[in-house]
């Protein structure tokens, strides 16, 4: 298995600032992703953090609003920039594990904008 | 549309046995996913099926999968109180390993 850690937890910020979320694997991954899953829904795919290389951002979301980076095979950062409260969400990291057939998700990280 | 589909909802009896089913649209999928959810808590992963087979086992947990009807269901023998989660189905695509979810089905298990 993946063991995935994620900081902070939780947090509550005021709207107009930013959080960067921190992600980190027990092992080297070529696939990392974050996924963003607001109140009572479920997962939405926001990017392919990729090493060396800028994100790959899906659908409605963009790199001013989403920032991303992934400076080796075993950390990566979220940033949620200029919040508002639409933002309140869990933001999850993942990672694609090729030899064990699976993905495995990070505990989360709560995010509360007033 | 969503490209996965699930009931959202499904009570049953302790000791009974729970089937969740989901459909998907993606033939390409190499692999499906069932995750499970309490409330805050993070996804557990707790199966997936490689998309030649038909049937896994792992002890309380079956997964079914009917190929040709893009249909998937998870079934749990012996349902117990702490089963009441929030189960997820996901598909990978096998190109760019990405999951697409379903809206997740809430298990509720009453005494």
């Known amino acids: 298995s993946a063991v995935i850690s994620q900081k902070p937890s939780r947090d509550i910020c005021q709207r107009g600032t930013s959080l960067t979320i921190q992600c980190q694997v027990d092992s080297q991954v070529t696939m990392m992703f974050w996924y963003r899953q607001q109140p009572g829904q479920s997962l939405t795919l926001i990017a392919t953090?990729?090493?060396?290389?800028?994100?790959?951002?899906e659908s409605g979301f963009v790199i001013d609003k989403f920032p991303i980076s992934r400076p080796n095979l075993t950390f990566s950062t979220l940033t949620v920039s200029n919040m508002s409260p639409e933002d309140s969400s869990i933001y999850l990291c993942?990672?694609?594990?090729?030899?064990?057939?699976?993905?495995?998700f990070g505990p989360g990280t709560r995010l509360l904008v007033l | 549309g969503e490209d996965v589909e699930q009931s959202l909802f499904l009570s049953v009896r302790e000791g009974d046995s729970s089937v969740i089913n989901c459909t998907y649209t993606d033939s390409s999928s190499t692999y499906l996913y069932w995750y499970k959810q309490e409330p805050g808590a993070g996804l557990q992963l707790l199966t997936y099926?490689?998309?030649?087979?038909d049937m896994k086992q792992d002890q309380r947990l079956t997964v079914l999968l009917n190929k040709k009807d893009k249909h998937l269901s998870l079934r749990i023998a012996d349902t117990q109180t702490g089963d009441s989660a929030i189960y997820f189905c996901a598909e990978i695509r096998s190109n760019d390993y990405k999951l697409s979810f379903g809206a997740g089905t809430t298990v509720t298990v009453r005494a």
């Open positions: 099926i490689f998309s030649n087979m």
């Open positions: 993942s990672v694609f594990k090729g030899d064990q057939e699976t993905q495995y």
């Open positions: 953090a990729n090493q060396g290389s800028e994100a790959t951002y």
